[in-house]
């Protein structure tokens, strides 16, 4: 990963969600979102219409997806390494894959209250190709970012962008692209919210993974963007690559995981696999850890199987809240901090480990250590898992 970005409700750019891992900083504060009225916590972060302005151009665009995504690819400098890799590669040949789980919903939410009273039509505002349709945002970064190649996104819930990790790597190997700007863009929306209320997943509180007293996720939104090319002669020694991916179906149940995490093992394995490595080799699990009874119970199963020696291993959605279709890239590039900063995180608002659960190595404040392997885990809503392991070349 030559260059890779984060914007989440812990700020703009990497070096806010670096600090905010080091110092255990949790940014999820009460919604007070748009219209809505629950009493829960969220992740938020700054994009209102007079905050984010689109180019005259990509006004089409416009909703709170896509201007989270140009705000996220005006950080760290991404734009500049893209420009860089576009000196070396042609722009036909650079792919565009992206995760989320509802693009601009929002914008057609809105649009449903300005119905016309006499044919029941939506305002000519709500443009549902350029907005909630879920390629929407690929289409998007594509225009931003100049580039002509294939492009996709994927929608698998909560493991939507660690899959086009997986995806990318496949056309990289089958020689169809150079390289690829890969992540994920999900932002707040009434669906997810008032949804996830009625499914009772919500907390009151900052969710706290692990906790003997958790009581349910919070919702977060953010933009994740990375590039990836081939690993050759020409990457430098102590880059950070993508050494094994690994993606399973559960095939067990609309919503529920499998309940001993078998999945979710699949997954792990067939990352490990790919990697190369055995499971004693990892140095840090950076866990889905959703904050759910059900979700924590069955990860703890699923990595207390594979994972013998139990590495050190958390999550940091109590500082994030759940990203959905952007977690799983987030996901990542917490787990690439972790190498860079020889830091395997803690979980900010965990405050007591259920030890109910299946015996693992759960931190709960930050340890330094030294790290060649981190795994990261990303397991979406009815059972689709992807794990995927991150490493120096050597």
């Known amino acids: 990963m030559p260059a890779f970005t984060a914007t989440s409700c812990l700020g703009n750019g990497v070096a806010s969600l670096r600090s905010s891992l080091l110092s ?70 650079i792919g565009v894959f992206l995760g989320t789980s509802t693009s601009g919903m929002l914008q057609t939410e809105k649009g449903y209250r300005e119905l016309d009273p006499q044919t029941g039509a939506l305002p000519s505002w709500v443009n549902y190709r350029y907005a909630q349709n879920t390629c929407s945002v690929a289409h998007f970064v594509r225009l931003v970012l100049g580039l002509c190649g294939p492009t996709a996104v994927v929608s698998t819930a909560c493991s939507s962008s660690a899959k086009v990790f997986a995806l990318a790597q496949r056309m990289l190997l089958l020689g169809a692209i ?28 900052p969710c706290k993974p692990y906790d003997s007293n958790r009581d349910g996720i919070s919702i ?77 119970a069955i990860e703890s199963i699923a990595v207390s199987a594979v994972f013998e020696d139990k590495p050190p291993a958390s999550s940091t959605k109590g500082a994030t809240g759940h990203c959905l279709g952007a977690a799983g890239a987030l996901n990542v590039v917490i787990g690439a901090l972790a190498l860079q900063q020889q830091t395997a995180w803690g979980s900010p608002g965990t405050e007591k480990l259920d030890d109910t659960l299946s015996p693992i190595h759960y931190l709960m404040h930050n340890a330094a250590r030294p790290m060649s392997h981190v795994l990261s885990n990303s397991f979406g809503f009815g059972g689709s898992n992807c794990s995927i392991v991150l490493g120096f070349k050597d």
């Open 24 to 93: 255990q900083h949790t940014g999820l504060v009460p919604c007070k979102f748009e219209s809505v009225d629950l009493d829960t916590y969220v992740g938020i972060t700054n994009i209102t219409e007079d905050k984010v302005f689109l180019p005259a151009e990509l006004q089409g665009f416009d909703c709170r997806n896509n201007r989270l995504a140009y705000l996220g690819l005006q950080q760290d400098g991404f734009i500049d390494a893209l420009e860089k890799v576009k000196c070396h590669f042609d722009k036909t040949r």
């Open 178 to 205: 150079d390289a690829a700007v890969i992540g994920g863009v999900d932002s707040l929306c009434l669906t997810t919210l008032y949804g996830f209320h009625s499914l009772q997943l919500l907390s009151q509180n």
């Open 220 to 296: 977060g939104e953010a933009a994740i963007f990375a590039l990836l090319t081939r690993d050759d002669e020409h990457t430098p020694s102590g880059s950070l690559l993508i050494k094994g991916v690994g993606e399973s179906s559960d095939a067990y149940h609309m919503s529920s995981p499998h309940p001993e995490g078998l999945g979710a093992r699949q997954a792990m394995q067939l990352a490990l696999q790919q990697a190369g490595l055995a499971a004693s080799q990892i140095d840090y699990i950076h866990l889905h850890g959703t904050a759910t009874q059900n979700n924590d």
